[in-house]
Antibody, heavy 126, light 107 residues
């Protein structure tokens, strides 16, 4: 069974730091790009960050750029999100999601996000 | 940033009737568009990618269409288990962006 399990969410004060983890199983983790997506309870979805299969290409939402860092350890089948200088507006449920793709020449073809974890809750509050 | 706008915000449909959801992009995203279904307390589920390609195990009553800036998701015969919020999302350019969602409810 293909599974993603997030962990590390917690209550943290504004300005604090947190590290989220996403454990993958049931597929060859090292072959897939990964995303972090967040959702404020009762609100919509917001893409946060992307990391390529090899970890050499990173993308961030403007709202987290310079504060969040995505990384992965393919030997441990794990994805991470290092979150610094946390703000009230970072409060959300954080999902990791698998991002399948194919490369033809210099172009990457994506196919949406086909597997999602159940999320881990981050609350930023004093 | 490409802004995705979904309409309507809420769609009330009788069981067995057709539901048509719309998604508009602020600039062309070609066919680089996905649709997700999210039920309460659950993570999103991929329904469509490439605007019109169905994800695995997708019931045939779901179909997607469009390209460029205008897209639709159609549920040909609404079932009670289709009650959910539906999101479109473009992956044509960074940052990837979602629409605000359409809530489908039973009339």
């Amino acid at each position: 069974e293909v599974l993603l399990v997030e962990s590390g969410g917690a209550l943290v004060q504004p300005g604090g730091s947190l590290r989220l983890s996403c454990a993958a199983s049931g597929f060859t983790f090292s072959k897939y790009n990964m995303n972090w997506v967040r959702q404020v309870p009762g609100k919509g979805l917001e893409w946060v960050s992307y990391i390529s299969a090899g970890g050499d290409t990173l993308h961030y939402a403007e709202s987290v750029k310079g504060r969040f860092t995505v990384s992965r350890d393919n030997a441990k089948n794990s994805l991470y999100l290092e979150m610094n200088s946390l703000r009230d507006e970072d409060t959300a449920l954080y999902y990791c999601a698998k991002v399948p793709s194919n490369t033809s020449g210099f172009k990457i073809y994506y196919y949406g996000m086909d597997v999602w974890g159940r999320g881990t809750t981050v609350t930023v509050s004093s | 940033e490409i802004v995705m706008t979904q309409s309507p915000a809420t769609l009330s449909v009788s069981p067995g009737e057709r539901a048509t959801l719309s998604c508009r992009a602020s600039q062309s995203v070609s066919s680089d568009l996905a649709w997700y279904q999210q039920k309460p307390g659950q993570p999103p589920r991929l329904l469509m990618y490439g605007a019109s390609s169905g994800a695995s195990d997708l019931p045939p009553r779901f179909s997607g269409g469009g390209s460029g800036t205008e897209f639709t998701l159609t549920i040909s015969s609404l079932q009670s288990e289709d009650i959910a919020v539906y999101y479109c999302q473009q992956y044509h350019d960074w940052p990837w962006t979602f629409g605000q969602g359409t809530k489908v409810e039973i009339k």
